[in-house]
């Protein structure tokens, strides 16, 4: 049992729930800043339902992909040894792990109760994450797909803590729509020839690896600016603006090391670069909020 777990958190790369985590808890911090300012009270069930919706949409809609995408990974040199197509794991535990943690998401949203709008919402949004997996079989515009499912996040967040839609949300979920359509257009390089042998659509498939490059640096450039309208709008300080300079400079780092004609290093990109941007945003955000305490104080 200990053994199939693990191969499960691996088939859906549990880690990488790090990539959108950091994203979903900015909105709550920002949330839970305004609730105080409006004398709302703070709850430990709202921190650890945001953790389990979280958790528990994300494995689900990864789950749903690996089955939907389990032949085309068979056929894929890169993917051939994913937990499915290589036989490690049984497609009706893979099914029952996603019904699990489909059930398990919509179960959590009553944490928030008695706000009924993220339960309402939970298989709505449940659909569009796993409609992702069909994507790439209808439009090359797939990658801004998986980007608007993730930026579901933060505004998902703000509904759970304030029953209602605002800038702030807003914005950071137009930060993760441009950044993660970005690097996702990145790693699809990769697959650029596979695709287009598949019939499968993407941007680097269908315009080729330099357009796809360039639109991934448009579009990481949007995502700055966004950030800068979420400083302005959310009224934050001087350590979030420091914060929005090195993301900058990882941003052209990352672009740096990926060329048309040397895809080498889009993992160092994909992984390392994304999870320090992610991360590094909430603890900006943390440090920006702390100061201003400090001064208010």
Same mark, same amino acid.
């Given at each position: ?19 959108? #985590?950091?994203?979903? #808890? ?25 953790? =389990?919706?979280?958790?528990?949409? +994300? ?5 749903? %992909?690996?089955?939907?995408? +389990? ?9 051939? $040894? ?32 008695? %706000? ?10 449940? &659909?569009?994450?796993? /409609? ?18 993730? $930026? ?6 703000? *509904? ?9 949300? &807003? ?27 598949? %019939?499968? @659509?993407?941007?680097?498939? +269908?315009?080729? *690896?330099?357009?796809? #490059? ?8 949007? $995502?700055?600016?966004? #950030?800068?309208? =979420? ?33 080498? +290093? ?10 320090? *941007?992610?991360?590094?945003?909430? @603890?900006?955000?943390?440090?920006? =909020?702390?100061?201003?305490? /400090?001064?208010?104080?």
């Amino acid at each position: 049992m200990v053994s199939r777990l693990r191969h499960l958190l691996e088939m859906i790369r549990f880690s990488h729930t790090l990539f959108a #985590l950091p994203f979903a #808890l900015l909105a709550a911090v920002l949330a839970w800043r305004q609730n105080w300012l409006d004398q709302i009270a703070w709850r430990w069930q709202d921190l650890i339902g945001i953790l =389990l919706c979280m958790v528990c949409a +994300r494995s689900a809609a990864m789950t749903f %992909n690996r089955l939907v995408d +389990r032949d085309i990974d068979a056929t894929n040199p890169r993917t051939a $040894m994913r937990h499915l197509p290589a036989g490690i794991l049984s497609v009706g535990v893979a099914i029952g792990f996603c019904v699990a943690c489909s059930a398990g998401f919509v179960a959590s949203t009553l944490l928030f109760l008695p %706000n009924r709008w993220p339960l309402y919402l939970s298989l709505p949004v449940l &659909a569009f994450l796993c /409609g992702y997996s069909y994507a790439k079989r209808f439009t090359a515009w797939c990658h801004y797909w998986l980007s608007a499912a993730l $930026m579901l996040s933060p505004i998902a967040v703000w *509904i759970a803590l304030r029953a209602e839609v605002a800038w702030t949300p &807003a914005l950071i979920a137009s930060v993760v729509f441009f950044w993660v359509g970005g690097f996702d257009i990145i790693y699809a390089c990769q697959d650029t020839d596979f695709d287009r042998r598949a %019939n499968l @659509l993407s941007i680097p498939a +269908r315009w080729g *690896i330099p357009a796809a #490059l360039k639109l991934a640096l448009v579009s990481h450039v949007v $995502m700055l600016g966004c #950030l800068l309208a =979420l400083w302005h709008v959310a009224g934050l300080g001087w350590v979030f603006l420091i914060g929005i300079g090195l993301v900058a400079a990882l941003l052209a780092y990352e672009h740096a090391i990926v060329q048309p004609n040397d895809l080498g +290093r889009v993992n160092a990109a994909f992984f390392h670069t994304n999870a320090i *941007i992610s991360l590094g945003l909430l @603890l900006v955000t943390l440090a920006d =909020l702390w100061f201003s305490i /400090g001064r208010t104080n």
